[in-house]
C-alpha cells in the first residue's frame, strides 16, 4: 500500500534532517578550531520503484554529509613563530605519538609547540614530523613516511655543529705595491705563504692575509688562512691553509691554492680559462688530524663581475664582512621557518642551523579522506595515494609562519541550515501524522 511507503519516507525524513543537523552543530561548535574544515549536508532521493504507474510508491531521502576539505580558511596572524598555515594544498604529517609504530594522522592545524620533552605538537596531541637535515643541510626524499622524524630542536643544546659554509667580502688594496718578494714565488709549486706563517725561511710573506676559526664535527676550533700575494696589477695569488698544519693531514697544512684576477672596475673575474682559479671557489675537503670527521665546507668567495664578495678597490686591504659558521651550540633563543619548510634553530649566541624540512602531503581528491578525532584525516582508497613533498614543490603549498587558518564555518549560514532543517523535520514528522490519521481510517471501515 503507498501510504505505508508515505510513511516509511516520512521516517527517512526524520532521519536525514537529523542528520543534517548533526552537522550543523558540528560546524557551529567548531567555529573557532584551527584550520576546522565545514561539512556541507547535501540530500539524496531514495527510490523504491521508478517507473511511472497508477500507483505510486514513495522512496524518501538520506543525507551525505560532505566535508569541504579543499576549502581554505583566511589566514590569521599570531605571536608565536611556531604557528604555521599552509598556503595551498596539502597537510602537515603528524603522529599521535614519537613512535614510528604511531598511527599517521594529517592535519593543517598548525598550532606546533615544544612540549615538556622539545617535542613539536598541536593541542590536539599529533606529533609534528619531518626529514632531519645532514650536517651540509641536505635531506632525501624516498617518499615514505618511516624515513621522517618527529620535530625536536632542544637535543640540540651542548652538541657541535661543523664549519660547512665560510664567506668573505674582502677589499684587496689595487694600489698596493709589488713585493720584492713576489718574484720568488712559484705558482707551480703552492704552499710558500703557507711556509711562511709556519716561520719557514723558504716561505714567502703575502702581501695580506686574515684568519678565520672554523670547526669540526666534534666542536673544535681550527685557524684557517687565508693569504693574498701581488703579482701583477689586478693579478694575486692565493693561498688557503690551516695553522698549526699539524691540525691537518694536507701537507703545509695547504687546502687550495692560485691565482686571482680581478677585471678594470675592480669586480672579481671568474672567467674560464683566462680568469680565477676555479680551485679557489670549489668546497674545502678538510681532513683533521684528531679523527674528526670532515664536511665540506663551501666558499663564498664572490661571483663573476660582482662585488658581493673578493673586490680590488683603492681602499686598504682589509675584511669587511664574513666568517664562518659552526661551532658548540648554545642553548636555544628562537625558532624560524621558512616558506619552503625549513626549520632553523636560532642560539643565543645569534648562530643559526638548519634542522629540520617540513614535508607536505598532497592528495588527488582530498575530500575523500576519512576524519578523526582531533582536526585532522586518515587516508584511504577514496582519497587516493599520498604524495609527500616540500612546500612549494609539486603542487605542495608554502608554510606561512606566525599564521594559522581560521575555520570556514561561516556562522550566518549555518543559522540558516538550522531554520531550513528544522522545518523540513517538522513537515516528516507532519507527513508521519497525517498517514497516521489516513490508516485509522482504513482501519475504521469494518465498524
Given at each position: 500500500m503507498s501510504l505505508y511507503s508515505a510513511l516509511y519516507a516520512g521516517v527517512s525524513g526524520l532521519s536525514a534532517q537529523s542528520s543534517a543537523m548533526a552537522t550543523v552543530a558540528d560546524n557551529i561548535t567548531n567555529i573557532n578550531t584551527v584550520a576546522y574544515k565545514g561539512v556541507d549536508a547535501q540530500f539524496r532521493t531514495l527510490v523504491t520503484d521508478g517507473?511511472?504507474?497508477s500507483s505510486y510508491a514513495a522512496g524518501g531521502v538520506a543525507a551525505t554529509p560532505i566535508s569541504q576539505v579543499t576549502k581554505q580558511g583566511l589566514p590569521q596572524a599570531t605571536g608565536s613563530s611556531t604557528d604555521l598555515a599552509i598556503n595551498g594544498d596539502g597537510f602537515f604529517i603528524t603522529r599521535t605519538g614519537t613512535s614510528g609504530t604511531d598511527p599517521v594522522a594529517y592535519t593543517r592545524a598548525g598550532s606546533f609547540k615544544p612540549d615538556e620533552q622539545g617535542f613539536m605538537r598541536n593541542p590536539s596531541g599529533m606529533y609534528l614530523y619531518g626529514w632531519r637535515l645532514d650536517a651540509t643541510g641536505n635531506y632525501t626524499n624516498t617518499g615514505s613516511v618511516?624515513?621522517?622524524?618527529?620535530?625536536?630542536?632542544?637535543?640540540?643544546?651542548?652538541?657541535?655543529?661543523?664549519?660547512?659554509?665560510?664567506?668573505?667580502?674582502?677589499?684587496?688594496?689595487s694600489d698596493a705595491d709589488i713585493s720584492t718578494a713576489a718574484a720568488s714565488y712559484t705558482p707551480a709549486a703552492p704552499g710558500q705563504m703557507a711556509a711562511y706563517a709556519a716561520n719557514n725561511a723558504t716561505g714567502v710573506a703575502p702581501t695580506f692575509s686574515r684568519p678565520f676559526t672554523i670547526y669540526d664535527s666534534q666542536g673544535g676550533s681550527h685557524q684557517l688562512n687565508m693569504s693574498f700575494l701581488k703579482t701583477a696589477p689586478n693579478t694575486w695569488q692565493v693561498e688557503t691553509y690551516v695553522t698549526p698544519a699539524s691540525d691537518v693531514t694536507a701537507a703545509n697544512g695547504l687546502l687550495a691554492s692560485g691565482t686571482l684576477k680581478f677585471n678594470g672596475d675592480g669586480s672579481l673575474d671568474r672567467t674560464p680559462t683566462t680568469g680565477s682559479s676555479p680551485s679557489l671557489f670549489a668546497p674545502l675537503n678538510v681532513s683533521y688530524t684528531n679523527g674528526a670527521t670532515s664536511v665540506p665546507i663551501t666558499m663564498a668567495l664572490g661571483d663573476d663581475k660582482g662585488i658581493n664578495g673578493i673586490t680590488s678597490f683603492g681602499q686598504p686591504s682589509s675584511m669587511i664582512r664574513g666568517g664562518a659558521d659552526g661551532g658548540i651550540l648554545g642553548n636555544i633563543a628562537a625558532t624560524d621557518i621558512s616558506p619552503e619548510g625549513v626549520v632553523s634553530a636560532i642560539f643565543d649566541d645569534g648562530s643559526t642551523r638548519k634542522v629540520f624540512q617540513l614535508p607536505i602531503a598532497t592528495f588527488p581528491n582530498p575530500n575523500g579522506l576519512t576524519r578523526v578525532s582531533g582536526n585532522a584525516y586518515s587516508g584511504n582508497r577514496s582519497s587516493g595515494t599520498m604524495t609527500m613533498n616540500a612546500p612549494g614543490q609539486l603542487g605542495a603549498g608554502k608554510l606561512l609562519s606566525n599564521t594559522l587558518e581560521a575555520s570556514t564555518v561561516d556562522l550566518a549560514s549555518e543559522f540558516t541550515n538550522m531554520i531550513r532543517f528544522q522545518r523540513a523535520y517538522s513537515a516528516s514528522s507532519k507527513i508521519i501524522t497525517t498517514v497516521d490519521d489516513m490508516l485509522r481510517e482504513v482501519s475504521d471501515l469494518k465498524r
Open positions: 517507473r511511472t504507474t618511516d624515513a621522517l622524524q618527529p620535530v625536536r630542536l632542544s637535543d640540540l643544546v651542548g652538541t657541535a655543529a661543523p664549519t660547512t659554509k665560510l664567506e668573505a667580502r674582502i677589499n684587496l688594496q
